[in-house]
């Protein structure tokens, strides 16, 4: 009975410890926001910002589908956006990471992410991750707005940090949102120290238990298949 019980709590312990890692792993980014926004992640019901923009639901669902959103957030006064988009490429793909590129390659993916030529962009550094950040001002039917990106690869995708201020200049507040912002890497998906601990250990213990289990049944059959025998040899002398 001791034994089984120890069984059933070593295979708790590794499911929970995959459940963990699991859930972790779906947490690809992590951002602070005021209450003067409102969110919208992928997955969720669209409807609601749907109503606040004045778009069709079908519309805005299938814009996070076409162009990798994560997540949008509008200002209640509606002069601001951030988008939060993830982009797979072939360069992303074979670059992997942003600090295996070499001067050369960075330079070459930073043309390529602006979208404009000669555009003007510095490096920045956030949460010890390198990013690409260049402004422009866009034009539309709704008027002139300014466009601040922040632009990494991790984990073999593009992601990209977009603030949308509704006006000819860009807003400090677009450093300030993105200093509360974090982008979860390889390393930060990762078990913490204790739990892969535990996991390795409950698989090792899961292991030895079968093993032992295993043998013990073995013993047994040999044991029950020895007295059947002892039996037989003495029921043919008794004969």
Not at 200 to 220: C, D, H, P, R, Y
Request: overall charge negative; charged content about 30%; aromatic content about 10%.
């Amino acid at each position: 009975m001791k034994v089984k019980f120890i069984c059933v709590l070593v295979i708790i312990l590794t499911l929970l410890s995959f459940n963990v890692c699991a859930k972790e792993k779906d947490e690809k980014f992590i951002i602070k926001l005021s209450d003067d926004y409102n969110t919208l992640y992928k997955g969720e019901d669209v409807t609601s910002m749907a109503n606040r923009l004045g778009m069709k639901p079908g519309t805005l669902r299938d814009y996070f589908e076409d162009n990798g959103v994560l997540m949008l957030a509008v200002s209640k006064d509606k002069y601001r956006q951030i988008r939060i988009i993830e982009e797979h490429t072939d360069f992303s793909d074979l670059a992997e990471d942003i600090s295996a590129l070499d001067d050369e390659s960075l330079n070459e993916f930073a043309q390529k992410v602006t979208d404009v030529q000669n555009s003007s962009y510095e490096y920045v550094t956030n949460n010890d991750r390198k990013y690409i950040k260049f402004s422009e001002v866009l034009s539309d039917s709704g008027g002139s707005y300014a466009v601040t990106q922040y632009v990494t690869i991790c984990s073999g995708n593009i992601y990209r940090f977009c603030f949308y201020n509704s006006g000819a200049t860009p807003s400090d507040e677009a450093d300030k949102i993105f200093s509360d912002f974090k982008l979860m890497g390889f390393e930060e998906n990762r078990m913490p120290s204790w739990l892969r601990i535990v996991f390795v250990l409950g698989i090792a213990a899961f292991s030895a238990l079968s093993v032992a289990m295993l043998i013990g049944i073995i013993k047994e059959k040999r044991s029950k298949a020895s007295d059947e025998a002892a039996k037989v040899e003495k029921n043919k002398i008794s004969e």
